[in-house]
């Protein structure tokens, strides 16, 4: 596995959600699932580009203003930051366009493969991860730049998840960083 996620680095570099290159990236790991799979599909999903780096700048940008108008207009800085907290509240957790409109609209990809039982289901076992890639945050450029966000080896455990639900029997293997 280590060896096709660095073939699918350098044969497809950074993997920006909704450009060409996740595409691709898609496509790869489709051809690949294909031989161990009964069935491999890629499903088209649309995104507005550049949305959740924008919460976060909204995030910081408008604690930051809040802060510096506190001092001059306190009632506006009262203002602003509940309007903030609530555009990431129904942005994230309840999945609400709030300023996607802003953005360019572009396609992400699902890759789904399945594998048919040959007997009676009676689980279900789910695998899934990010084949994109996050850009590195920059502070300044040039010699003097610094990172915000630094590769760092990591070791993946996986850990089962059971549901539940007994009408629907779902086992999950969810990855943890160590």
């Known amino acids: 596995m280590k060896e096709f996620i660095q073939e699918i680095c350098e044969a497809v570099g950074p993997r920006i959600s909704g450009s060409p290159q996740e595409a691709q990236a898609a496509r790869l790991i489709a051809a690949r699932l294909e031989v161990a799979s009964d069935e491999v599909g890629i499903e088209e999903v649309p995104i507005h580009i550049g949305v959740a780096p924008a919460l976060t700048t909204l995030l910081v940008g408008g604690v930051l203003v809040a802060l510096v108008l506190y001092w001059f207009v306190p009632l506006l800085a009262v203002l602003l930051i509940p309007l903030v907290l609530l555009v990431l509240y129904l942005s994230r957790p309840r999945g609400k366009d709030v300023i996607d409109f802003l953005f360019p609209k572009g396609m992400t990809q699902n890759v789904v493969?399945?594998?048919?039982?040959?007997?009676?289901t009676k689980r279900r076992v789910i695998l899934s991860g990010h084949h994109d890639?996050?850009?590195?945050?920059?502070?300044?450029?040039?010699?003097?730049?610094?990172?915000?966000?630094?590769?760092?080896?990591v070791t993946l455990r996986y850990f089962m998840v059971q549901s539940p639900h007994a009408s629907c029997p779902v086992t999950s293997l969810a990855p943890v960083m160590t």
């Open 113 to 120: 493969a399945k594998l048919h039982p040959t007997g009676p």
């Open 133 to 153: 890639s996050a850009p590195v945050a920059r502070i300044f450029s040039g010699p003097f730049s610094i990172r915000l966000a630094r590769p760092k080896p």
